[in-house]
Every structure is written in structure tokens, then in C-alpha cells.
T-cell receptor, first 113, second 117 residues
Framework: QQQVKQSPQSLIVQKGGISIINCAYENTAFDYFPWYQQFPGKGPALLIAIRPDVSEKKEGRFTISFNKSAKQFSLHIMDSQPGDSATYFCAATPGVGYNKLIFGAGTRLAVHP | GAGVSQSPSNKVTEKGKDVELRCDPISGHTALYWYRQSLGQGLEFLIYFQGNSAPDKSGLPSDRFSAERTGGSVSTLTIQRTQQEDSAVYLC???????????????FGPGTRLTVL
């Protein structure tokens, strides 16, 4: 049973544009929502994360928007660069103090120069 | 190196053979996770270790899969009688967090790509 749904599966953006990736979850017990970035041949690396008590978190060009009532959250990459080309995974953790990650299926982002 | 390491990086095996995959977590990290990443899929949780015990094995897909952790450090994931559907990248992650501690970032290794012919 997929508990975190991610879209789109792939995304092509021109350099300087905005990349937007969306995720939706079902389990209201989820209380931590990280985004991971993965380059080919590498393991995923934490990019940015949010807790449900805030609606937005920004770190540099990366912003998470969180809508608790809709059970949705999204990643926005401003001024997208070719170096941002990677696979992005949203994730969620079920419950306090235990951070087994439930991942979305991933979005392959290609930023064209 | 300071990161999570995994070995081998690639493993090709024949159907029916047993394989062992190794994970060396970051020194001092008490929690260790195994995930599986199939082609075009997200990461699927397999098992979680806190120290040497495994309080959550709920993601292991069958009894052919087992894992152990010794000395609160190195972990080995064993797949017996491998099947073609076991082909995937197996990723290990470690973190400082335990069950009763604040949530911390999981640091992933580069993975082991397993191909079962």
C-alpha cells in the first residue's frame, strides 16, 4: 500500500525556471516530511525537511509548502540549475521518535541549459 | 571516510544462490536502516536496528531475507535462494536517533546493486 504519492514521475525545466514536485500522504500520524535528492550512483541525501506545525520552509532556492488539511506538501526549486538535475524523493515518518522513512516513488528532474 | 559505506558496490549472482550485503554505518550512529530501491521505484523500508536489536523487521519481503548487526556497528543483509525479483539496489542508512530520541537526518550509503540472473 503506497502511503506517499508523488508526482510528476519526470519533469523537464529550463534553466532559471521553477521546478515543482508534489506529494500527498494518507496517514495523519505522519509528523515529519523530508525531501531527499539522489544523483546517479549515489545514495539519497537530505535536502530539506518540514514539520506539520509550519506551512512553509525555505532554504536557499529550495522551499517546502505544506498543507496539513489537504495532506499535501510540495517542493519548489527556484532558479533551477542544470546541477539540480537529479531524482527527488519526498518522504514521511510515522510517529514521534522513530524515523523509518516512507518514500514516494520519486521524480526525475532534468534542467536544460 | 566519514560516511556510510557499503560493499560490494555491485553483485551479480545466479538464481538460487545466497548473497551477503554489508553496511558500515557512520561511527557512533546507533540506528541503522536497510532500504531497497527497485528500478523506477521509490525506496522501500526493509528493517531497522537500534543497537544490535531489530525492533522493526516489518519490511522484509520474505523469510529468505534476514539481517544482523554486531557490536552496534556493521550490519549484514543476507538473501537466501535469490530470485530474479530480488534484483534491486540495496541501501543502508544510519542516524544518531533512537526510538526515544529526537529525530535526526538519515545518512545513506551508495548502495549495493544486486543483479540476479
Amino acid at each position: 500500500q503506497q502511503q506517499v504519492k508523488q508526482s510528476p514521475q519526470s519533469l523537464i525545466v529550463q534553466k532559471g525556471g521553477i521546478s515543482i514536485i508534489n506529494c500527498a500522504y494518507e496517514n495523519t500520524a505522519f509528523d515529519y516530511f523530508p525531501w531527499y535528492q539522489q544523483f546517479p550512483g549515489k545514495g539519497p541525501a537530505l535536502l530539506i525537511a518540514i514539520r506539520p506545525d509550519v506551512s512553509e520552509k525555505k532554504e536557499g532556492r529550495f522551499t517546502i509548502s505544506f498543507n496539513k488539511s489537504a495532506k499535501q506538501f510540495s517542493l519548489h526549486i527556484m532558479d533551477s540549475q542544470p546541477g539540480d538535475s537529479a531524482t527527488y524523493f519526498c518522504a514521511a515518518t510515522p510517529g514521534v521518535g522513530y524515523n523509518k522513512l516512507i518514500f514516494g516513488a520519486g521524480t526525475r528532474l532534468a534542467v536544460h541549459p | 571516510g566519514a560516511g556510510v559505506s557499503q560493499s560490494p558496490s555491485n553483485k551479480v549472482t545466479e538464481k538460487g544462490k545466497d548473497v551477503e550485503l554489508r553496511c558500515d554505518p557512520i561511527s557512533g550512529h546507533t540506528a541503522l536502516y536497510w532500504y531497497r530501491q527497485s528500478l523506477g521505484q521509490g525506496l522501500e523500508f526493509l528493517i531497522y536496528f537500534q543497537g544490535n536489536s531489530a525492533p522493526d523487521k516489518s519490511g522484509l519481503p520474505s523469510d529468505r531475507f534476514s539481517a544482523e548487526r554486531t557490536g552496534g556497528s556493521v550490519s549484514t543483509l543476507t538473501i537466501q535462494r535469490t530470485q530474479q525479483e530480488d534484483s534491486a539496489v540495496y541501501l543502508c542508512a544510519s542516524t544518531l536517533a533512537g526510538v526515544y530520541q529526537l529525530r535526526n537526518e538519515q545518512f545513506f550509503g551508495p548502495g549495493t546493486r544486486l543483479t540476479v540472473l
